[in-house]
């Protein structure tokens, strides 16, 4: 698998959880779970033992990101869970570039939801 494949797998990770999350409010521990040990196997498998460490690593980066944002309770556990299945697909880096990006357009989005509703 190229890194261009492991990007589509993320962008079809994603898509499936944006939408279930706007339909039910909730993103699914089968799909976020499923996602890390699919990374996990895949990676191992092809990549050896320093694949799989890169998958384990990007999964904890993932998580230790968005979970102090969770403990604050500014967002649900299936954001970082989701976050963290990224990571197992991506690795350590390029997750911490994905949350920066989700950050700063989550931010964007809760600015303009605010003027919309007179919020600010």
Request: net charge positive.
């Amino acid at each position: 698998m190229t890194m261009t494949t492991s990007h589509s797998v993320v962008v079809a990770l994603v898509a499936f959880a944006c939408i279930t999350d706007i339909r039910t409010r909730r993103i699914p521990n089968v799909l976020t779970f499923g996602a890390t040990i699919a990374a996990l196997v895949f990676y191992g498998s092809t990549a050896g033992t320093s694949g799989l460490a890169t998958s384990v690593g990007g999964w904890m980066v993932g998580a230790a990101l968005f979970l102090p944002v969770f403990a604050l309770r500014g967002m649900g556990a299936g954001d970082v869970k989701l976050l963290a299945a990224v990571g197992a697909w991506l690795g350590p880096l390029p997750v911490a570039w994905v949350a920066l990006v989700t950050a700063i357009a989550g931010g964007a989005a809760a600015l303009v939801v605010s003027l919309l509703h007179g919020y600010l």
